[in-house]
């Protein structure tokens, strides 16, 4: 069974067009979960897959990966950034851990990037911020996390300062390791020192994300106040608390589409952002007496889900896919605490894109799927009867 600790899960949000879905097949091609790295204008991505999402170049439906990186397994949600399809959106929002928010370099913060951005307040999603598009014509990172900072209210501290911009991206400045990485082939980076060009804006970077994390928690300020700065694992662990808590959001620089910085971003997924066992337990009602009941992110807590998506595949037949919030699925029923009734199923599923891969347990954080249920729907609670819970849905 896995450790729910090395689990990740996150929901990439953002208004159309600013890289979510080829910032996901980045990742998926540098973590060696695809062979090779497809395009969205190609009809090529591993996660936009359905004929109307190719014929159109956009997400229509949320769509799944599983991405091992680090020891870790991040589960990645890819969503629609288009209004109409905004639904979707926002119940894989209601379900994550956390956020990557993409902000294209060129047209930075557009109108719409709030909606997204009030998903990630209303869900308190901590939330990692990711500047794509960084080899385009007029990429603009400073102006683009000020707009941020000015529109948002998320806190953006530069986490990864780009090297470059345009045709002459190459690499990024790591903050809080004070080292340079430069990006080679297959979306890897190597390590070597700071560019000369580049020191004192870093050594500034860093004050400021002292300050940035010194003001989030006490202890931290009076002795950044008393001795001008932190050492190098007060910041380290002071910052992972402040994503933690969605106080601070951090900054990555990225080209997707040429593969230049995931691996990067997914070094800062599997170091920086929660694992469920991190998030708050969540909250939902016992539908015998009413009474709110907490389900902590923990294996050996009662078991309880939440389905919130439900699709049409070709071969398996009706989709339902869900959430793990607490305990472990093993065996082949639950309970539906909405419909008062239990359901079997055949094979528990892991989603890869178009694909399910089975497994044979689920843990807090995983997504999963099964197929041919007869009474279950998107919005219905999965739990155990003797320990019946429903959680709240979004309308």
Known sequence: MQDVQQIRNVVILGHGNSGKSTLAEALLFT????????????????????????????SIGAAFNQIPWQKKDIFVIDTPGDDNFFNETRFAAQVADSAILTVGAVLGVRPQTEKFVDL???????????????????????????????????????????????????????????KALMFADGGKATLTDIPADLA??????RENMMEYVAETNDDLLEKFL??????DEELKTGLAAAIKNAQVAPVCACASLTNLGSSVVLDAIANLLPSPDQRP?????????????????AVDAPFSALVFKTMADPFAGRLTIFRVFSGALKGDAFYNANKETSERYGQLFVMAGKEQKPVDAAVPGMIVAVAK???????????????????????
Not at 33 to 50: N, P, Y
Not at 53 to 58: T, V
Not at 200 to 205: M, N, P, Q, R, V
Not at 373 to 395: F, H, Q, S
């Open 31 to 58: 973590a060696g979960v695809v062979k090779r790295l497809g395009k969205v204008d190609d009809g090529t991505s591993s996660m936009d897959f359905e004929a109307e999402e190719i014929k159109r170049k956009i």
């Open 120 to 178: 990630i307040k209303d869900n308190n999603l901590p939330c990692l911020i990711c500047i794509t598009k960084m080899d385009r014509e007029r990429a603009n990172f400073q102006q683009t996390v000020s707009g941020i900072r000015e529109a948002t209210g998320l806190n953006p501290v530069v986490l990864y300062l780009p090297i470059g911009a345009e045709d002459q991206f190459k690499g990024v400045v790591d903050i809080l390791a004070r």
């Open 200 to 205: 004192d804006e870093a050594a500034t970077l």
């Open 226 to 231: 008393e001795e001008g700065e932190l050492t």
């Open 281 to 297: 337990a969540r909250v939902g009602t016992n539908p015998k007496n009413k009474q709110e009941v907490e389900r902590p992110a």
């Open 373 to 395: 249920l007869k009474e279950t729907t998107t919005g219905d609670t999965l739990c155990e009867e003797a320990n019946p819970i429903i959680y709240p849905v979004i309308e």
